[in-house]
Every structure is written in structure tokens, then in C-alpha cells.
T-cell receptor, first 113, second 115 residues
């Protein structure tokens, strides 16, 4: 099973709301990633967790707060977002003991109003 | 700084044609290269992964090659079908830990296969 799941599929939130995106994988991968993708652009890396520890933060604004509760789960907490944060948010995981191949989830389409 | 280029940005071909998608990168010190497919509004699907020590990988009608010394990879699609219409992205990984684990993506090639 090479599946990464993400919930919700779509999210509309106001600029004062607090919401969370969730990502789950059961492939035993110990590296998990959050990406942001705008229309007709490649994904941009936001955060990397390795063995449940934050290893890369690509200077993301503090209104995005990642969390890795365990090796299978990754959350992205959202607070006080701006309309320009509207995008497709993608989660990925990779087997960083063998092939290092990255597997992506279907994404959450976020609209900030 | 690694730069990945995919040209052209868009390609339209008739069904049944064999086609080649190109990817070039500026720094040959890569760990692996991955080809992805993305349908509109969807996530990325991994098609093929080539390790730096490999020259090619095959999966069904797809064949990906890697020439590290020249900084090039190609994705060959045999007997294209309308269902192959999507955006194809290549991405390179420099290493296996820390900042080197990041993928550098090309901007993608949007392929349209006409029936």
C-alpha cells in the first residue's frame, strides 16, 4: 500500500478562523513533508519531519504550525491566514532508509476568504 | 543552487504517438531523480524513481533515463493515450539527510493527447 491520505479534501476558512489539515500514512515512512502548491506552479516545500522531529522549516510564516504526533500522522495547524494562502496543500512521505521515493497525498484545497 | 528545467511547458500530440519529455538540471551531484504525474487539482503520483547510479527505469509504457554527467533525464511514453493527458514534473534530490533531502522540481510539462 503506497497511500498517503489527507483530510479534508476542501476547506474554506475566514481570516480569523483556526483550522487543521491532517495527513496519514501507514507505509512505515519516517520522513513526512508539507508542500504548498499554487495554480500552474510546482509544489513548494514548507516543512520536513524526520523521525517525528522538525528537520526543515522553509521560513514559513508562524500562522502555519506543523505537528507530528506520531510516525504515521502529520498535522498542519492554520491560524489567521491571508487570502494569498489559498492553495493546494500537499502532504508527502518517503522511505528514507531505502529508496527515498516520495509519495504524495491527494491534497487539501484551501480557500481563505 | 540546483535548477531544474522542463521544456516545452506544454505539448499536444495525437493519440498513439510515442513521445519524449525532457528534464535538465544544473548540478549533477544528485542522489536520485523522480518523475511525477499530476492531474488538475489532484496530488502528485510517482511514476518512476531513478537512483543516481542507475541509467534507466521502466514501468509499463513508461521509460525514464538518466544521464548525470550531462544533467539530463527523459521520460519516454509509448503509444500515448488520451488518459495520459496530465502535467508531468521531474524532481531531483541532492542527498539523503537534512537540507539535501529536499526535492527541487521543474515547472512541469502539460501534456494533451488528442483522440
Amino acid at each position: 500500500d503506497t497511500e498517503v491520505t489527507q483530510t479534508p479534501k476542501h476547506l474554506v476558512m475566514g481570516m480569523t478562523n483556526k483550522k487543521s489539515l491532517k495527513c496519514e500514512q501507514h507505509m512505515g515512512h519516517r520522513a513526512m513533508y508539507w508542500y504548498k502548491q499554487k495554480a500552474k506552479k510546482p509544489p513548494e516545500l514548507m516543512f520536513v519531519y524526520s523521525y517525528e522531529k522538525l528537520s526543515i522549516n522553509e521560513s514559513v510564516p508562524s500562522r502555519f504550525s506543523p505537528e507530528c504526533p506520531n510516525s504515521s500522522l502529520l498535522n498542519l495547524h492554520l491560524h489567521a491566514l491571508q487570502p494569498e494562502d489559498s492553495a493546494l496543500y500537499l502532504c508527502a512521505s518517503s522511505d528514507d532508509r531505502n529508496s527515498y521515493e516520495q509519495y504524495f497525498g491527494p491534497g487539501t484545497r484551501l480557500t481563505v476568504t | 543552487k540546483q535548477e531544474v528545467t522542463q521544456i516545452p511547458a506544454a505539448l499536444s500530440v495525437p493519440e498513439g504517438e510515442n513521445l519524449v519529455l525532457n528534464c535538465s538540471f544544473t548540478d549533477s551531484a544528485i542522489y536520485n531523480l523522480q518523475w511525477f504525474r499530476q492531474d488538475p487539482g489532484k496530488g502528485l503520483t510517482s511514476l518512476l524513481l531513478i537512483q543516481s547510479s542507475q541509467r534507466e527505469q521502466t514501468s509499463g509504457r513508461l521509460n525514464a533515463s538518466l544521464d548525470k554527467s550531462s544533467g539530463r533525464s527523459t521520460l519516454y511514453i509509448a503509444a500515448s493515450q488520451p488518459g495520459d493527458s496530465a502535467t508531468y514534473l521531474c524532481a531531483v534530490r541532492r542527498g539523503y539527510t537534512g537540507a539535501n533531502s529536499k526535492l527541487t522540481f521543474g515547472k512541469g510539462i502539460t501534456l494533451s493527447v488528442r483522440p
